[in-house]
C-alpha cells in the first residue's frame, strides 16, 4: 500500500492604490483632498484678515486667531498625514474617528469665533472678510463631516430593515 502526499503552496500579492513610493499624490487629487487644501486655504485667509488688521487689545479677534490658526494646524497634518500614508503606519489611532472629533469641535469653534467677529467688525472691512471666510470654512468643514459620515456609514436607503 502506498502513500501519496500532496503539498500546495500558495503566493499572496498585494498591490498599494498609490502612484508608487512613500506619497500618494492621488489623495491630493480626491475630493477629500482638495476639501483639506481648501479648508487650509480659506482658514489661512480669515486668520490673515483679523491678524492683520492692527486691533491689539480685544479678545474676541484673539480667540478668532487662536481657533483658526490652532485648525489650519490640524486640518494640515491629517492632509499631510494622508497624503504621506502615515495612518497606515500608525494603527493604534483610529484615525477616522479621531478625524471626525476634530472636525466637529472645529467646525463648532470656527463657527462661534466667526460670529462673533461678526459682530464685533464695527464696519471694518477686513474684520468683516475675516468673518466672511470663518463662515466658508464652517461650511467646508460641515461638508467634510457629511462626506466623512456618507463613506463610513454608508448610505442606507430609507425606510430599509436594519
Not at 491630493?28 to 491678524?51: D, E
Request: include cysteine; glycine fraction near 8%.
Amino acid at each position: 500500500m502506498s502513500h501519496i502526499v500532496v503539498t500546495t503552496t500558495s503566493t499572496t500579492t498585494t498591490t498599494s492604490s498609490s502612484d508608487g513610493g512613500f506619497c500618494n499624490i492621488g489623495y491630493a487629487r480626491s475630493f477629500q483632498g482638495l476639501l483639506k487644501i481648501g479648508q487650509v486655504v480659506i482658514l489661512m485667509i480669515a486668520f490673515l484678515c483679523v491678524h492683520y488688521e492692527g486691533i491689539n487689545n480685544y479678545s474676541a479677534y484673539r480667540y478668532f486667531e487662536v481657533v483658526t490658526a490652532w485648525f489650519l494646524i490640524v486640518f494640515l497634518i491629517f492632509f499631510l498625514m494622508y497624503l504621506f500614508q502615515l495612518q497606515s503606519k500608525i494603527t493604534c489611532i483610529n484615525w477616522t474617528l479621531t478625524e471626525f472629533l476634530h472636525y466637529a469641535v472645529g467646525g463648532i469653534l470656527v463657527f462661534i469665533a466667526s460670529i462673533v467677529v461678526a459682530v464685533k467688525s464695527h464696519g471694518i472691512s477686513a474684520l468683516i472678510a475675516g468673518s466672511v471666510f470663518g463662515f466658508i470654512a464652517t461650511f467646508l468643514i460641515a461638508i467634510s463631516i457629511w462626506t466623512s459620515y456618507k463613506v463610513t456609514c454608508g448610505s442606507q436607503p430609507t425606510g430599509a430593515a436594519v
